[in-house]
């Protein structure tokens, strides 16, 4: 609390702190506006990346007052670009003002939501915003899918026990929404020749796996663990395989597609 009041004054933010939640209620003064944040998940990056981890906190919550501050002067331009970002299915519905954001399903452990890029950060729009605009639905989802297939789709690549695994990180805040690019991980596919896995643990990272022995899942398992656990917005520590177009959670059938293709071998 002590490093966060350095570097966001008192004069302009006022702290709530709820013991019994562990969430901290940052408001903005002059906005009237305010966000709640989790302190375990920054504790937790603190003790590895130290003061950087809270600088990435600091930013991420000016940039995130900035936009509010945009968007209350009516200075957030709808025709902006818009993408989707992947949250935890816990991630709230509805937005600190109780409006509801635009969603979609996606798995049992993810939900798209769909965000406003506004250079250094991005708003997650709610269906007021698009009231406001008279753009419907359908609408901002057809564009977001559309600029997802235009990131880029770089990689690197590491081999670990037989395994191969690839990992996009951009840094562009959309690493985990390459997920929904279809024609990219049809692409991926057909240069594995194992088990093909997708992991999104953090918003700014999508790993996937050519799992060719039972090692490749331990490591996997380890590896996304560690990133949801450093991620700045984590999403899931649980990986997919991906077949026939599906995501299938990791723990129901790795290991025994593994040990069938083996057998079948």
């Known amino acids: 609390m002590r490093l966060f009041k350095t570097k966001m004054t008192e004069?302009?933010?006022m702290y709530d702190y709820n013991r019994e939640t562990n969430k901290l209620r940052l408001t903005h003064k002059q906005l009237g506006k305010?966000?709640?944040?989790?302190?375990p998940p920054i504790l937790a990056k603190y003790e590895t990346k130290k003061e950087e981890a809270i600088n990435e906190v600091v930013y991420t919550i000016?940039?995130?007052f900035s936009a509010m501050e945009k968007e209350m002067a009516g200075e957030i331009d709808p025709t902006l670009a818009v993408y989707?970002?992947?949250?935890?299915t816990s991630f709230p519905l509805k937005s600190n003002e109780g409006n509801r954001f635009v969603t979609k399903d996606h798995t049992a452990e993810t939900r798209v939501y769909y965000a406003l890029d506004l250079g250094n950060t991005y708003r997650l729009l709610d269906e007021k915003m698009l009231a406001s605009w008279n753009v419907r639905e359908t609408e901002i989802r057809e564009r977001a899918l559309f600029q997802v297939r235009n990131l880029k789709t770089n990689y690197?690549?590491?081999e670990v026990a037989g395994n191969i695994f690839y990992f996009f990180n951009n840094n562009d805040g959309y690493d985990a929404s390459r997920i929904l690019n279809e024609s990219l991980l049809k692409e991926m596919k057909k240069q594995i020749s194992g088990d093909m896995t997708v992991s999104v643990p953090h918003q700014d990272v999508m790993i996937i796996g050519d799992i060719r022995n039972e090692t490749g899942y331990d490591v996997l398992a380890q590896m996304t663990m560690h990133f949801f656990t450093v991620g700045t917005v984590p999403i899931t520590s649980l990986s997919f395989i991906y077949d026939k177009g599906d995501l299938e959670p990791i723990f129901i059938l790795a290991k025994n597609r593994v040990t069938k293709e083996n057998e079948d071998k």
């Open 11 to 13: 004069e302009i933010y």
């Open 34 to 39: 305010g966000m709640d944040i989790s302190i």
């Open 62 to 64: 000016q940039e995130t």
């Open 84 to 88: 989707p970002v992947i949250r935890s």
């Open 156 to 158: 690197k690549t590491d």
